[in-house]
């Protein structure tokens, strides 16, 4: 979390109200001599930045930021909001969250009017929407300060949070190939977010580093939600010879394919090990729990309304991935000679 010092810090040291403070911020008359001298120590001595909060106290501002995204993944989901509130809520910001589809060619209009009719402060996108280019377009033109999260482009151009997706998905193939796993499916996310290509690209880097053949048919297409992990399951369990662990790019997708199995009466993890990435509730609830990464949404998401709310120049940060071990995997079984 950001040590980043706030409005209210200010305020505290010059032993002033927070109004006080926003007055000085934006030059108001009938703030005297003495006062406006602590509180511009105090700034100085903080080394204080005015923000999106600030300038919301100044009265010019609609004190709401938004929050965009189109993901298929509730658990996901509530998590990337619960962290954009939390930091909201610290400064007394209200947060909206605002659901769009990426694939609609008026994706960009409705961004537009969505700006114009509520008159948000910044906005967060979520991926995929953190690379949809007519949303981007609009929020350019618009000059709405913005920041995503997990961008696949363009980093330099914004600001951004993220985690290595291709070294995370390298660590947990890695891992399935260190217990003795040579045939490996691997279901891929939504073919909208670059995280998805990122992951297969880390999947397939560990294969080769291991000197295993990269085999088409252990890929299937995923869409980060349950049902197309059953599916991408039952086709990797009709398979003449069926991967002994599985990794899907989400725990979503993990679950379905943990369903697959018991409706066959697959042993777990004796004759299948299940990997997922994410690391949400779900990981913890579905049977055998998830061996996955914790890819860390409550903090990506805090830390991209801190970025927005304190404003400034265009900041990177990239936070770090956990593999989280659990009991859905376990070493291969050896046949018998």
């Not at 040291?13 to 030059?27: C, F, I, M, Q, Y």
């Not at 989400?250 to 299948?272: E, K, Q, T, Y």
């Not at 900041?315 to 956990?322: A, D, F, V």
Request: charged content about 20%; proline content about 6%.
């Amino acid at each position: 979390m950001s040590t980043r010092s706030n409005i209210r810090d200010v305020a505290a040291r010059a032993g002033v109200a927070v109004k006080t403070v926003s007055r000085v911020l934006n030059d108001h008359a009938y703030v005297s001599a003495e006062t406006r001298r602590r509180v511009e120590a105090a700034i100085q001595a903080l080394d204080f930045k005015p923000s999106i909060a600030a300038r919301i106290l100044s009265g010019s501002k609609s004190n709401q930021i938004a929050l965009i995204y189109d993901n298929h993944s509730p658990y996901y989901m509530h998590q990337i909001q619960t962290g954009c509130w939390a930091r909201c809520q610290e400064e007394g910001i209200r947060l909206l969250a605002q659901p769009v589809d990426v694939a609609d060619p008026l994706v960009g209009d409705q961004i537009r009017g969505l700006v114009s009719e509520t008159h948000v402060d910044g906005i967060i996108l979520s991926s995929p929407v953190t690379d949809c280019d007519p949303v981007l377009r609009a929020l350019e033109a618009m000059d709405v300060p913005f920041v995503r999260i997990s961008p696949g482009t363009n980093h330099a151009l914004t600001s951004s949070v993220f985690m290595d997706d291709v070294q995370a998905a390298d660590d947990m193939t890695t891992h399935l190939i260190n217990l003795g796993h040579r045939r490996i499916g691997f279901i891929k996310g939504h073919h909208n977010h670059m995280a998805s290509d990122d992951r297969l690209f880390g999947y397939r880097r560990a294969l080769d580093r291991a000197g295993i053949a990269y085999e088409p048919q252990l890929v299937a297409d995923g869409e980060f939600d349950f049902d197309s992990g059953v599916r991408a399951a039952c086709h990797f369990f009709d398979l003449p010879d069926p991967p002994s662990a599985i990794f899907a790019a989400n725990d979503d997708m993990a679950a379905g394919v943990l369903a697959s199995a018991h409706d066959r009466g697959i042993d777990l993890p004796g004759a299948l090990s299940v990997a997922g990435f994410d690391d949400t509730t779900l990981a913890r609830t579905v049977w055998p729990p998830l061996t996955t990464i914790r890819q860390p949404m409550f903090d990506l998401a805090h830390t991209a309304a801190d970025i927005l709310i304190a404003g400034g120049d265009i900041s990177h940060r990239r936070l770090p991935h956990t593999l989280i071990e659990r009991a859905s995997v376990a070493p291969r079984l050896r046949t018998p000679v």
